[in-house]
């Protein structure tokens, strides 16, 4: 069956523009995450939905950087005025959110984003 | 703070070899614990789960172990093949979050034939 799919794969954006990022879930996947991975760091959470509603937006790095889910489905990471520290492979994950399956994460291939 | 650490950021071996790959963590009480694979390019794909009552765990050639006192899981990869080559994540999930993952850094490791 289909995995996680993330677009774009690779961005390359000037400072100061916005992006968005999309990631669409496993079908019947309840539970999604952002993750932002840097060089040599490991993976940073961001957020994470249930459904359609964020009960953990904490590891947002500023009120740049949102995030909504549809549908229960496909979810987008807006960041607002790039900087270069923005510049990172941005991951997001899926999950059946059942108490059995211990949470483990479905990871998308992931999105390269280059701020210049 | 919660603090994760893989002791080795980088581990080379030579084929054949069992590669033993370390996760400590502090200020923490994971009820699980999980090892994931990433290569390069590609997101973290899931390997095992391990549970905060459970000491060992095997899968194939992969085996787990979970020692809460001492705070550590090691991960041991038996007759290692080039194929193994990959950066390994460790997370710890549970303990007082239901959801939430936190990752360490990963160790790269490198089987040489």
């Known amino acids: 069956g289909a995995g996680v799919s993330q677009s774009p794969s690779n961005k390359v954006t000037e400072k100061g523009k916005d992006v968005e990022l999309r990631c669409d879930p496993i079908s019947g996947h309840t539970a999604l995450y952002w993750y932002r991975q840097s060089l040599g760091q490991g993976l940073e959470f961001l957020i994470y939905f249930q459904g359609n509603s964020a009960p953990d937006k904490s590891g947002l790095p500023s009120d740049r950087f949102s995030a909504e889910r549809t549908g229960g489905s496909v979810s987008t990471l807006t960041i607002q005025r790039t900087q270069q520290e923005d510049s990172a492979v941005y991951l997001c994950?899926?999950?059946?959110?059942?108490?059995?399956?211990?949470?483990?994460?479905?990871f998308g291939p992931g999105t390269r984003l280059t701020v210049l | 703070s919660q603090k994760i650490e893989q002791n080795s950021e980088a581990l080379n071996i030579q084929e054949g070899k069992t590669a033993t790959l370390t996760c400590n963590y502090t200020n923490y009480s994971p009820a699980y614990l999980q090892w994931y694979r990433q290569d390069p390019g590609r997101g973290p794909v899931f390997l095992l789960l391990?549970?905060?009552?459970?000491k060992e765990k095997r899968k194939e050639r992969l085996k787990v172990t979970f020692d809460t006192t001492l705070k550590q899981s090691l991960f041991h990869i038996t007759a290692s093949q080039p194929a193994d080559s990959a950066t390994y994540l460790c997370a710890l999930g549970g303990g007082g979050s239901n959801y939430k993952l936190t990752f360490g850094k990963g160790t790269l490791l490198t089987v040489n034939p």
């Open positions: 391990i549970r905060e009552n459970e």
């Open positions: 994950a899926s999950s059946p959110s059942l108490p059995s399956s211990y949470n483990e994460q479905f």
